[in-house]
């Protein structure tokens, strides 16, 4: 017998974070995703990362399309909104909804065969408007609820279970947010707790188009020998570009990284994202040199994983459209509707 629902009780000795909360209430309900699924991986990390920064789940409003990715929303943050859209349709219900209540912290999380193909449009344009989100792809190459078939992420020359070579020129997601004007860009692996809990956290903490690609094996159908997206590839090609935390205000940061350069980000709500450099001359505030670096790293059949581009002077579509403070589903009649002479004023300046 399998149970879906998670016992209400928690012990009274578990810890609580500054808005006292334990990191069981951003929980959700029990996976029913295989068993070792990369994507649980993802979810718990995204728990940790609302937990750490003491986020009121209520002030979430999770979104998702279609496909084993989309299912995860079900699996963290039980008490935050949530909206399962229909296929490819996520990026323009989330910004329908942060142009309606920017209050809200937008968290997307789709899949590489949701978002890379039927989807694609939808991801260009929220990403070029610089819609305020964290956007998450898990990304494992492969349709796991249609039996494993190529997703358009998939590389040229990886084989499926059964052994047959995909012959199609894969679709870069990170080389497309850069191009479109992301100002927040990272990729990780699903199996890199330590990296991936602090890169959603800045994130979050970030205004504008924030895209993190997380490579997320499928157990089922594409982790085995010849395919890309599996634990072995991605641990044996991995070059991580940096280590990083987030830390809150300016707290000294206590975790313990490899020796390199120190460099310090300011976010737009005075945290910081503290970066330590590993590659030779990597700097994540250069996109042209970003994308030629990833260029040559892939060439090398290497996955870069980490902070890819960062723009510390980053906007995001309500600054754009020079919206009001207030959220616009709070506006009375008074302010939407202002009357005649107003629109008199406003036909006059067409004119």
């Not at 039927?118 to 344009?125: C, L, P, T, Y």
């Not at 188009?209 to 594409?222: L, M, T």
């Not at 990083?244 to 206590?254: C, K, V």
Request: charged share 20%; net charge neutral.
């Amino acid at each position: 017998m399998t149970y879906l629902a998670k016992p209400k009780l928690h012990h009274p000795t578990l810890a609580k974070n500054a808005v006292g909360y334990t990191r069981r209430d951003y929980e959700g309900a029990i996976s029913t995703l295989c068993a070792g699924c990369g994507h649980d991986s993802i979810s718990a990390a995204i728990v940790q990362a609302c937990w750490e920064l003491d986020i009121e789940p209520h002030r979430v409003a999770k979104l998702s399309g279609i496909g084993c990715s989309s299912k995860t929303p079900t699996y963290f943050l039980g008490n935050s909104h949530g909206f399962n859209s229909v296929h490819g349709r996520m990026p323009s219900v989330l910004t329908g909804a942060n142009l309606a209540n920017r209050e809200l912290i937008y968290l997307g999380v789709s899949g590489d065969g949701d978002s890379a193909s039927i989807g694609i449009g939808q991801f260009a344009h929220s990403v070029r408007r610089g819609v305020n989100m964290v956007y998450i792809v898990e990304n494992n190459g492969v349709y796991g609820l249609t039996k494993g078939q190529f997703s358009a992420t998939a590389d040229k020359g990886s084989k499926s279970k059964r052994g047959v070579a995909n012959t199609d020129e894969p679709l870069d997601m990170i080389g497309m947010a850069l191009l479109l004007g992301a100002t927040y860009v990272a990729r990780s692996f699903s199996g890199d707790k330590k990296q991936l809990v602090p890169l959603i956290s800045a994130a979050i903490q970030h205004r504008g188009a924030a895209f993190i690609d997380v490579v997320s094996p499928c157990v089922a159908f594409n982790n085995h020998p010849g395919s890309t997206k599996s634990y072995d590839y991605v641990r044996e090609h991995n070059e991580a570009v940096n280590r990083l935390d987030f830390i809150e205000g300016r707290d000294e940061i206590t975790a313990e990284y490899a020796p390199g350069q120190v460099v310090e980000v300011a976010q737009h709500d005075g945290a910081l994202l503290r970066l330590r450099k590993l590659a030779p001359d990597y700097d994540p505030t250069d996109r042209i040199k970003v994308m030629k670096y990833l260029q040559e790293r892939a060439a090398a059949g290497e996955v870069v994983t980490g902070l890819l581009y960062l723009d510390p002077a980053s906007s995001d579509l309500h600054e754009h459209l020079n919206t009001v403070e207030a959220p616009l589903n709070q506006l009375a009649e008074r302010e939407l509707c202002p009357g005649s002479v107003m629109l008199d004023r406003i036909n006059a300046a067409l004119r």
